[in-house]
């Protein structure tokens, strides 16, 4: 989980850039209340699709508001001074609306904010919400909280990367299994089935597992998607491109698995993505331009076997950011204006898709350093 000292210093970093005369901050977008304050209502919880507000004020208190309900389904602990809680459900009587009883909760700080100058992070709050707190115009600036936020999530914080290797960990473990155990025969759900219960026993909690799971062949060489029932015959590559969500923070890290022995073609559709790959590290740090590094890994496959046929360029993004969301900033593309910052954690995933032989693949996630890189995934990239 993130730690009580990284989201007091997340909270910091917030309030150096905003205008100095606000004096309250409304968080209301969830993966914001999880990174400035550690809260997270998991999606498969009673409460899933719910959410809670985050009232920050200048001189350090952090508010935790939400329904009773709400409030108990959030895993770890809340670092906040306060909670107000306003009952939704218990048991004897009928439910309101949950926004409703939301309003109800901002209620009880409202006559905190009225008279100062604060800013909601509106594009989250609940349609009516500033008219529910009697918060007028005079009393709001006009700051983009949401973009401020989604800004700093660049940087990562040392919490938040040791949660963040977490999910690789347990998202190596998912690929060692499907090393182990893919063979022709099985159907793609049941290599889902049995990646999910590796990752999540080494994981040692629940979390969520996303992605590409399905195998393409010759004739439809780039597939993708949640798995189906198809069972995997010889010939086939099974791309496994997927995500282990810990607390809203995430993996993202790619193998292809040959279904039988892959063929000569396949084998050198593989060796193309890994000289891109290889290509793409060397310009990975600090200072990089994303489009740059999109374009060394590009060029690998002006040489590639399969230039002439037209596969003479990446045709997708070369990597991304991830974190609290898939994909975030930056973007590996090549018109992309970012530029890598120290603290970034990205991918690379380099990919070819050849028609009559198959597609194939591969990805890494690395800590972006003023020096280089961190590589934090460590699956064995291998066809068989």
């Known amino acids: 989980?993130?730690?009580?000292?990284?989201?007091?210093?997340?909270?910091?970093?917030?309030?150096?850039?905003?205008?100095?005369?606000?004096?309250?901050?409304?968080?209301?977008?969830?993966?914001?209340?999880?990174?400035?304050?550690?809260?997270?209502?998991?999606?498969?919880?009673?409460?899933?699709?719910?959410?809670?507000?985050?009232?920050?004020?200048?001189?350090?208190?952090?508010?935790l508001l939400g329904d009773n309900?709400?409030?108990?389904s959030g895993v770890g602990e809340a670092f906040v001074d306060d909670e107000v809680v306003e009952k939704w459900y218990d048991h004897q009587h009928s439910v309101a609306n949950r926004d409703h009883v939301l309003f109800r909760a901002l209620l009880q700080v409202a006559g905190k904010?009225?008279?100062?100058?604060?800013?909601i992070e509106a594009e989250w709050l609940?349609?009516?919400?500033?008219?529910?707190?009697?918060?007028?115009?005079?009393?709001?600036?006009?700051?983009?909280?949401?973009?401020?936020?989604?800004?700093?999530?660049?940087?990562?914080?040392?919490?938040?990367?040791?949660?963040?290797?977490?999910?690789?960990r347990a998202t190596d473990v998912g690929h060692a299994w499907a090393r182990e155990n893919v063979k022709p025969g099985m159907t793609e759900l049941d290599a889902y089935i049995g990646v999910q219960s590796a990752v999540l026993a080494a994981a040692g909690r629940v979390g969520l597992i996303y992605g590409d799971f399905r195998a393409n062949s010759p004739a439809q060489p780039k597939s993708g998607g949640l798995p189906t029932t198809h069972a995997m015959q010889p010939g086939e590559l099974f791309v496994l491109d997927y995500s282990a969500v810990l607390e809203g923070y995430r993996?993202?890290?790619?193998?292809?698995?040959?279904?039988?022995?892959?063929?000569?073609?396949?084998?050198?559709?593989?060796?193309?993505c890994q000289a891109a790959m290889a290509?793409?590290?060397?310009?990975?740090?600090a200072g990089a331009r994303a489009?740059?590094?999109?374009?060394?890994?590009?060029?690998?496959?002006?040489?590639?076997?399969?230039?002439?046929?037209?596969?003479?360029?990446?045709?997708?993004?070369?990597?991304?950011?991830?974190?609290?969301?898939?994909?975030?900033?930056?973007?590996?593309?090549?018109?992309?204006?970012?530029?890598?910052?120290?603290g970034d954690v990205v991918t690379l995933e380099p990919g070819l898709y050849v028609e009559g032989v198959g597609g194939v693949r591969i990805e890494h996630n690395y800590l972006i350093t003023e020096t280089g890189y961190r590589r934090l995934s460590n699956h064995t990239i291998a066809l068989d």
């Open 1 to 63: 989980m993130l730690t009580k000292e990284g989201c007091l210093a997340r909270r910091a970093r917030l309030w150096n850039v905003v205008p100095h005369d606000v004096e309250w901050l409304l968080i209301a977008d969830p993966r914001h209340v999880k990174y400035l304050a550690n809260f997270w209502i998991p999606p498969f919880s009673f409460s899933g699709g719910e959410r809670a507000l985050l009232l920050l004020e200048r001189g350090g208190k952090a508010t």
């Open 69 to 72: 309900f709400s409030l108990k």
């Open 113 to 119: 904010l009225r008279g100062r100058k604060g800013a």
């Open 126 to 168: 609940p349609v009516g919400a500033r008219d529910a707190i009697g918060v007028g115009d005079a009393e709001l600036v006009p700051a983009a909280v949401g973009s401020l936020i989604r800004n700093l999530r660049r940087r990562k914080e040392p919490d938040e990367i040791a949660l963040l290797e977490t999910c690789m």
């Open 251 to 272: 993996s993202d890290f790619t193998n292809v698995i040959a279904i039988g022995k892959p063929s000569t073609q396949q084998r050198e559709v593989f060796a193309v």
């Open 279 to 285: 290509a793409a590290e060397k310009v990975l740090k």
């Open 291 to 342: 489009a740059d590094v999109y374009a060394a890994a590009s060029a690998q496959y002006k040489s590639s076997p399969f230039a002439a046929q037209g596969y003479d360029h990446l045709t997708h993004h070369a990597g991304h950011g991830i974190g609290l969301a898939h994909p975030e900033p930056p973007i590996l593309v090549p018109q992309s204006d970012d530029v890598l910052e120290a």
